[in-house]
């Protein structure tokens, strides 16, 4: 079959490419970024779609010619400032399909989740029901099919989640009661060629779900035995009270992190795995002989315990150049930093312009820094003006070098951080 599947390049959209490329489909997959895909393949198309503005039937017409199937693997867990679930979720999926039906293509496939149902309270939820149901109505054969919590190498959230485990205290909502039933990625790409196979027909809702629901607590618990951690002590905490310290996710940077999260959680994520059991013909994968009696690599052990300590090197940057900016213009006496100034040549109105120009950079950096604004770039040049303030007081200070609280070494392990955050940053999905 001739296949159009987007979010290509996300968790869920890789796995299914090497599915439907290993059936033997020619795949023609877009994403925002195809340069993503590490897949090369004879039968392996790529174009790039921005999904914001994929929200008309037009949008979509010119690549459905000739395509048999659509699988819509499109999804974000978590909205941000450019990418919001409507958008997303809703209007460009809704438009796909609608074209595909117009076009003439015979089966449709759509990613949704467990929990995208007339019960659905969540902005994530609602949006994947919206589209959902705007499929549900076309003459097309569809298959809505709805993941619970998937994991395997390179899940979005499986970083969270082994973040919170690596701590020595689950901190738990309501104690941690709520059920999962974990599915493994394979699963779930093996039941997208399931439905694209020739005798499956029909128009189905499938609930994509591992052999057996598990508390969140001992989810979490799994995870840590898996980073060959000790037991955590376990802490619960009313559903109110979790819901408010999950906002503190958007100022750490982790728009996963939220209320809604929370909310979502508590309502649980669980479903009978026997319809799946019978639509693959095997039960699916167990996650404790999939996930937790496989010990972590050290890869994984190093984003569990670096998760945290990201959004940390971000506030303690910016600190770092506001406090710097702030102390020249406020609180250290001028008369000291022009004596400091002159040491080093610089004299007279160049001095005052010196100081004041210097210490509006440092502000101007720890604000950018907050703001992660051109991050990569931002970090570098930091590291650049760290190293020559560097060079210029070792050359021209020579006494900060032998100084017993050690000013101009503290620059050492302060540049590190820099570089250290700067890959961190280049690892955001």
Same mark, same amino acid.
């Given at each position: 079959?001739?296949?159009?599947?987007?979010?290509?390049?996300?968790?869920?959209?890789?796995?299914?490419?090497?599915?439907?490329?290993?059936?033997?489909?020619?795949?023609?997959?877009?994403?925002?970024?195809?340069?993503?895909?590490?897949?090369?393949?004879?039968?392996?198309?790529?174009?790039?779609?921005?999904?914001?503005?994929?929200?008309?039937?037009?949008?979509?017409?010119?690549?459905?010619? %000739?395509?048999?199937?659509?699988?819509?693997?499109?999804?974000?867990?978590?909205?941000?400032?450019?990418?919001?679930?409507?958008?997303?979720?809703?209007?460009?999926?809704?438009?796909?399909?609608?074209?595909?039906?117009?076009?003439?293509?015979?089966?449709?496939?759509?990613?949704?989740?467990?929990?995208?149902?007339?019960?659905?309270?969540?902005?994530?939820?609602?949006?994947?029901?919206?589209?959902?149901?705007?499929?549900?109505?076309?003459?097309?054969?569809?298959?809505?099919?709805?993941?619970?919590?998937?994991?395997?190498?390179?899940?979005?959230?499986?970083?969270?989640?082994?973040?919170?485990?690596?701590?020595?205290?689950?901190?738990?909502?309501? %104690?941690?009661?709520?059920?999962?039933?974990?599915?493994?990625?394979?699963?779930?790409?093996?039941?997208?060629?399931?439905?694209?196979?020739?005798?499956?027909?029909?128009?189905?809702?499938?609930?994509?779900?591992?052999?057996?629901?598990?508390?969140?607590?001992?989810?979490?618990?799994?995870?840590?035995?898996?980073?060959?951690?000790?037991?955590?002590?376990?802490?619960?905490?009313?559903?109110?009270?979790?819901?408010?310290?999950?906002?503190?996710?958007?100022?750490?940077?982790?728009?996963?992190?939220?209320?809604?999260?929370?909310?979502?959680?508590?309502?649980?994520?669980?479903?009978?795995?026997?319809?799946?059991?019978?639509?693959?013909?095997?039960?699916?994968?167990?996650?404790?002989?999939?996930?937790?009696?496989?010990?972590?690599?050290?890869?994984?052990?190093?984003?569990?315990?670096?998760?945290?300590?990201?959004?940390?090197?971000?506030?303690?940057?910016?600190?770092?150049?506001?406090?710097?900016?702030?102390?020249?213009?406020?609180?250290?006496?001028?008369?000291?930093?022009?004596?400091?100034?002159?040491?080093?040549?610089?004299?007279?109105?160049?001095?005052?312009?010196?100081?004041?120009?210097?210490?509006?950079?440092?502000?101007?950096?720890?604000?950018?820094?907050?703001?992660?604004?051109?991050?990569?770039?931002?970090?570098?040049?930091?590291?650049?003006?760290?190293?020559?303030?560097?060079?210029?007081?070792?050359?021209?200070?020579?006494?900060?070098?032998?100084?017993?609280? %050690?000013?101009?070494?503290?620059?050492?392990?302060?540049?590190?951080?820099?570089?250290?955050?700067?890959?961190?940053?280049?690892?955001?999905?």
């Amino acid at each position: 079959m001739d296949i159009l599947l987007t979010g290509a390049s996300g968790f869920v959209g890789r796995a299914v490419l090497a599915e439907l490329l290993g059936r033997g489909h020619r795949v023609t997959a877009c994403c925002r970024n195809p340069e993503q895909l590490t897949i090369r393949h004879e039968h392996l198309a790529t174009f790039a779609v921005d999904f914001n503005e994929a929200d008309t039937v037009a949008a979509w017409w010119p690549r459905l010619q %000739g395509i048999d199937a659509v699988v819509n693997c499109v999804g974000i867990i978590a909205e941000t400032r450019n990418q919001r679930f409507e958008a997303l979720h809703n209007q460009a999926a809704s438009a796909l399909f609608t074209a595909a039906d117009r076009a003439g293509v015979g089966k449709a496939v759509q990613i949704s989740a467990l929990g995208a149902d007339g019960t659905a309270e969540s902005p994530y939820h609602v949006s994947k029901r919206t589209a959902d149901d705007a499929l549900r109505q076309l003459p097309l054969d569809w298959f809505v099919l709805q993941p619970s919590l998937v994991y395997g190498d390179g899940g979005q959230s499986a970083a969270l989640f082994y973040a919170l485990a690596s701590l020595p205290i689950h901190c738990l909502p309501d %104690g941690g009661r709520q059920f999962i039933q974990p599915v493994y990625i394979n699963d779930v790409a093996e039941a997208v060629g399931r439905c694209l196979d020739a005798d499956t027909t029909g128009r189905k809702t499938l609930a994509l779900v591992g052999p057996e629901a598990i508390t969140y607590a001992d989810w979490l618990a799994g995870l840590r035995r898996r980073l060959g951690k000790t037991g955590a002590t376990a802490v619960s905490i009313p559903l109110r009270y979790a819901k408010l310290a999950a906002s503190l996710g958007r100022w750490i940077g982790e728009p996963i992190l939220s209320p809604d999260s929370i909310a979502m959680l508590a309502r649980g994520n669980s479903a009978d795995v026997s319809v799946l059991t019978d639509f693959l013909g095997r039960p699916p994968v167990n996650v404790t002989s999939r996930l937790f009696e496989r010990p972590a690599s050290q890869a994984e052990r190093w984003q569990a315990g670096l998760y945290f300590l990201r959004p940390a090197a971000r506030w303690v940057i910016a600190l770092v150049w506001l406090w710097s900016g702030v102390t020249s213009l406020f609180f250290y006496p001028h008369d000291l930093s022009y004596r400091m100034l002159a040491d080093t040549g610089i004299e007279g109105w160049i001095a005052a312009l010196t100081l004041y120009a210097l210490a509006l950079m440092d502000i101007v950096f720890g604000v950018a820094t907050l703001c992660r604004y051109r991050i990569q770039s931002l970090l570098l040049w930091q590291c650049y003006i760290v190293f020559a303030y560097s060079i210029v007081v070792a050359c021209r200070l020579p006494e900060f070098i032998f100084h017993p609280f %050690g000013p101009l070494l503290k620059n050492l392990p302060f540049l590190v951080l820099l570089l250290v955050y700067r890959v961190l940053e280049g690892e955001r999905p």
